[in-house]
């Protein structure tokens, strides 16, 4: 009587363990999403952030592609659409998010959550949107 309980919770564990990653995966679009909409609703602190390097030309079109990259990518990325396709987009900003604390004033917080989201990104680069994604929908659908 005991063992059959122990299978069935057993069995109840190994078919939800992919609930904590989605919800990584949930919780990383949010995030992108949200910076996203600060960095429009506050374009003065992305502007900053690119000060250190100095006068860059195509700084417009950095912001717009951080500002889109982060809102369609974070929408994409919560409902495990395209994931990769989407982290894919995320990787220059977050590499030049981090590389940034290097050549102005180092941030510690800054640097601390730009290398966090990255590594992040990159595990859902290699693992994809998981379970619980339209990734893995539309793939059953084969």
Known sequence: MET????KLNKWANSHTSYPIDILRIALGVFLFLKGVSFIKDSHRL???LAPLGNFD???L???YVAAAHIMGGVMIVFGLLTRWAIWAQLPI???AVLINFVGPLVMTNLIISLVTLIVCVFFLMYGGGKHSLD???KMQK
């Open 94 to 96: 977050l590499i030049g």
């Open 47 to 49: 502007i900053d952030l």
């Open 58 to 60: 195509g700084g417009m």
């Open 136 to 138: 893995y929908y539309f």
């Open 62 to 64: 950095v912001y717009h």
């Open 4 to 7: 059959i309980k122990i299978k």
